[in-house]
């Protein structure tokens, strides 16, 4: 048995798809007998890592990252085992070691060990040269590394493990243990998961899917992997699930023989949202997907949550009209042409009508005499109009 660990920074108050990279590595690493230890950076968050920035990050209260570790571990105690004896997963803060150590005590202690030539090499220095980085960013490295070293001496921690953005940061680690006791110890690194502009998937970064519902809702987070390409799917299912090789093969035999299924990335979405969220939402995410492609019934769309709802209607048009026209009823065909203008004209919004293209919140109206009221509002404050199979229109009422 072996014990390693990953470093996680706590800039943010939940995880991010990026970090479940390295959440499954360790996942993996205890599944096959070993020690996994997660650290989180309570210290360093406080000084802020430059690897892959392309400028210097907002440094947080002390307050601000305790809220965001206490977040991050009730993830993280999603996925690993914490209670099944000598490979029990364990969750250590480096602010416990770095409180106490003064300024001059570490310079002295870990600073003397390493050159400034040795630092200078790193890519996550040399790719910020240009436009400058502070002593606090350049000096993260120094202080990873003694996190290695601290972790090694004493919790007889081997190898540490991160994505190839941190192998900088961790050779440094090994580095200082040979250096300062003459010790050994290893480094893994797994590649990025990045976005379709290339760039990664940070806390820190745009365009982040976070393993929070209340940041990236179950639908969302779904979709995420549901709209992945067949070669990311490939990558992800491997990455992401416990599935068996022959398990994958098989699956990926029987996508390529009918891709337009998408058996892959349902799949993948499939297990990676049972275990990021549960079961139930993931049943929720399927009816809420079935109404937007036209399946859904009015009962599963007033079942919707208002988060939900807002997800699955996302860049569908949307119009505002006030509670108090509600209170009076406004008629079908004047809701539908003067009130949200979903036809430019009555005579076209009738026709439709009468030929049963209309519904509101998923229900067809066919009577040109309905009344639009309060009874309609979903989550007290929406009403979806329908034209036709696909086109929509969400009407926020205020």
Not at 128 to 142: A, D, I, P, V
Not at 255 to 282: G, N, W
């Amino acid at each position: 048995m072996t014990a390693g660990y990953i470093g996680f920074d706590p800039t943010a108050d939940s995880l991010g798809v990026g970090n479940l990279v390295q959440v499954m590595t360790l996942l993996h690493f205890q599944r096959a007998g070993h020690k996994p230890i997660v650290l989180v950076g309570g210290a360093t968050g406080m000084v802020g890592d430059p690897s892959g920035k392309s400028m210097e990050r907002n440094l947080l209260s002390e307050d601000l990252l305790h809220h965001n570790l206490e977040c991050q571990t009730i993830q993280l105690k999603k996925f690993l085992d914490f209670n099944c004896g000598a490979t029990s997963a364990e969750i250590v803060n480096n602010q416990d070691w770095f409180k106490n150590f003064t300024f001059l005590d570490f310079i002295r202690d870990v600073g003397k060990h390493l050159t400034i030539n040795y630092m200078l090499a790193k890519d996550s220095v040399q790719n910020r040269m240009e436009k400058g980085m502070s002593f606090t960013e350049f000096s993260y490295q120094l202080v990873q590394g003694y996190d290695f070293y601290y972790l090694w001496k004493h919790k007889a921690v081997k190898l540490q493990m991160g994505g190839t953005d941190q192998w900088g940061n961790i050779v440094t680690g090994t580095e200082l243990i040979r250096r300062k006791d003459g010790g050994e110890a290893f480094a893994l690194t797994t590649p990025l998961i990045k976005k379709a502009d290339g760039t990664k998937f940070g806390k820190t970064e745009a365009g982040n899917i976070w393993l929070d519902s209340k940041k990236t809702t179950p639908y969302q987070f779904y979709q995420f992997w549901l709209n992945a390409s067949d070669e990311d799917s490939r990558k992800y299912i491997r990455i992401f699930t416990l599935k068996l090789r022959s398990e994958i093969e098989l699956l990926e035999s029987e996508h390529t023989q009918a891709p337009h299924l998408r058996l892959l990335q349902k799949e993948v979405a499939r297990d990676i949202t049972i275990r990021v969220h549960s079961l139930a939402e993931y049943n929720s995410v399927l009816e809420a997907s079935e109404i937007l492609f036209g399946q859904g019934t009015t009962d599963s769309l007033v079942r919707l949550s208002e988060s939900d709802f807002l997800s699955v209607f996302e860049g569908v048009p949307q119009v505002n009209i006030e509670k108090e026209e509600l209170e009076k009823g406004i008629n079908i065909i004047d809701f539908l042409s003067e009130k949200i203008h979903l036809f430019p004209s009555k005579g076209e919004a009738r026709k439709m009508l009468q030929g049963g293209g209309v519904a509101i919140n998923k229900n067809k109206v066919g009577d040109i005499a309905f009344t639009v009221t309060e009874k309609e509002l979903l989550n007290g404050k929406y009403i979806l109009a329908q034209k036709g199979k696909k086109n929509y229109l969400v009407v926020k009422v205020e």
